[in-house]
């Protein structure tokens, strides 16, 4: 995703991306809010819900943090995208990083603006009949931020869900541990309204990495996280007028 975000190194080389990024906010009638919650230098931690099976979702995060503060998020990602030297140059090539702790800590202690999907791929290849309801976070996330003091940003994402509809999914998880296919529906994103939210973030300055050591209290942090998100995305559902298409008043 690098390669979306960057400023353009010769002519024509990321104007085209950057067009087809700010047509894509278009189809999809993109709302953001919070903005103001996201630190426009040092080290933070960005959290967001997964969904679409497709990381469109990745994407406009990400392209959003761009737009605002010109920063550069990096995505910690599944290791499947690091398989193979071709695979690998194309995953750093679209600025995406295995999601490793140690990784994830030498990049926040660097200052650098990181999004992570504790949901990983049980989040984003979930059926669309189970939509919007938050898949068990991974706790990684809460001790690369203790470790590092970086603030998180929960963050809300609206629309995925119905952009890429997946049937069902499958487990490989006896050939290959972990490993989940996802059952689309359809490839070409549908016209889903979208809405991104940052919310207020969390200072985990008086943590450390000792701290980290203590499952009850990681645990208990991550579920906060979770929680605060999945309370915002009822909220946001329940104001939803509508998916596809505005409703269309009569006149009298």
Not at 67 to 93: D, E, T
Not at 205 to 221: C, G, R, T, W
Request: glycine share 6%; with cysteine.
């Amino acid at each position: 995703m690098k390669a979306f975000f960057e400023e353009k190194r010769s002519k024509g080389q990321s104007e085209i991306p950057l067009f087809l990024l700010e047509i894509i906010r278009k189809y999809f009638r993109l709302e953001v809010e919070g903005l103001e919650n996201l630190p426009k230098k040092g080290r933070v931690l960005v959290v967001p819900n997964h969904s679409g099976f497709t990381a469109l979702d990745a994407v406009m995060v990400g392209h959003e943090i761009h737009r605002s503060s010109g920063r550069l998020p990096r995505v910690m990602a599944h290791p499947l995208w690091f398989v193979g030297p071709n695979i690998r140059i194309l995953a750093k090539r679209m600025g995406l990083e295995e999601a490793d702790k140690g990784k994830g800590e030498a990049l926040l202690s660097k200052g650098n603006c990181v999004m992570i999907f504790p949901e990983g791929a049980a989040g984003n290849f979930k059926p669309t009949a189970e939509r919007y309801h938050l898949q068990e976070f991974r706790r990684g996330f809460v001790r690369m931020a203790m470790a590092t003091k970086a603030p998180i940003v929960p963050t809300v994402v609206i629309g995925a869900e119905e952009t890429n509809i997946n049937l069902s999914n499958i487990s490989l998880s006896k050939a290959l541990k972990g490993t989940i296919i996802p059952i689309p529906l359809n490839l070409l994103p549908l016209p889903a309204k979208w809405k991104i939210l940052f919310l207020p973030k969390i200072s985990m300055n008086k943590y450390s990495k000792k701290d980290a050591a203590d499952s009850e209290l990681v645990h208990s942090i991550a579920e906060e996280v979770k929680a605060r998100i999945q309370s915002r995305i009822q909220e946001e559902l329940k104001k939803r007028e509508w998916i596809y298409f505005p409703k269309i008043s009569k006149k009298s």
